[in-house]
C-alpha cells in the first residue's frame, strides 16, 4: 500500500513553468505505475500523465503532449511533472494516483491509491 501526496501547486501566469511532486509512503512504491490528473472546476477528472514502474514508459493526454514531463525516482518514492508553457486551461486540481497494474492506465479506475491533489492556477 502506498499514500501519495502531492506539493508544488500554486499561481503562475501564461507562459510560465511549475514543477509539481508527488511523494508516496511505503516500501513498495517501484511496484506501482503513477498516474497524474487534474480536474478543472465544473469539469470532470481527466488523465494526464502516466508512467511505468521503472519509468521507462510514459503516456501523455494529447493537450498537454510537448509541454509536460512525467518522470520519477524510486529511490525517494517520488514521481513528478514538469509543466511548461502553461495556458489558463491547464488550471485544476492536480491529483497523483498510484495503479498496481504492470502497465500504464488512463482509467481512473484502474488507480487503488490517490492524494488529495494540489491546485494549480495559471492566469491570462
Known amino acids: 500500500q502506498v499514500q501519495p501526496v502531492e506539493s508544488g501547486g500554486g499561481l503562475m501566469q501564461a507562459g510560465g513553468s511549475l514543477r509539481l511532486s508527488c511523494e508516496a509512503s511505503?516500501?513498495?512504491?517501484?511496484?506501482?505505475?503513477m498516474g497524474w490528473f487534474r480536474q478543472a472546476p465544473g469539469k470532470e477528472r481527466e488523465f494526464v500523465a502516466g508512467i511505468s514502474r521503472s519509468g521507462d514508459t510514459t503516456d501523455y493526454a494529447d493537450s498537454v503532449k510537448g509541454r509536460f514531463t512525467i518522470s520519477r525516482d524510486n529511490a525517494k518514492n517520488t514521481i513528478y511533472l514538469q509543466m511548461n508553457s502553461l495556458k489558463p486551461e491547464d488550471t485544476a486540481i492536480y491529483y497523483c494516483?498510484?495503479?498496481?497494474?504492470?502497465?500504464?492506465?488512463?482509467?481512473?479506475?484502474?488507480?487503488?491509491?490517490w492524494g488529495q491533489g494540489t491546485q494549480v492556477i495559471v492566469s491570462s
Open positions: 511505503g516500501r513498495t512504491f517501484s511496484n506501482y505505475a
Open positions: 494516483a498510484a495503479n498496481r497494474r504492470p502497465y500504464v492506465s488512463r482509467r481512473e479506475a484502474e488507480y487503488d491509491y
